[in-house]
């Protein structure tokens, strides 16, 4: 997954070389070869994959009710007395 969210995150990099020490542009292959260095993979992992997931499953549940789930919560509005009336069309 990772190497998925590489590819479409990482749009240009610094000091990233070849053996003999020329710089490398950004490709697919480059970006899957630089994830199989461990320690980068780690790296990319915690700060960039992580912090997306965190992100993610937060908007995924509700803040609890302080007395039980939330089917027991009351309503705080009072329903209203009749429909609404469609906006003006111009």
Do not use: C, H
């Amino acid at each position: 997954m990772a190497k998925a969210v590489a590819r479409r995150a990482v749009l240009e990099w610094e000091g990233v070389g070849d053996n003999d020490g020329n710089l490398v542009p950004v490709s697919q292959a480059g970006i899957d070869a630089l994830l199989e260095i461990w320690p980068v993979f780690e790296a990319f992992q915690a700060q960039y994959v992580a912090r997306g997931l965190m992100l993610d499953q937060e908007k995924n549940a509700s803040a609890p009710s302080p007395t039980g789930p939330s089917a027991g919560a009351t309503a705080t509005a009072r329903p209203a007395q009749a429909p609404a009336r469609t906006a003006p069309q111009d």
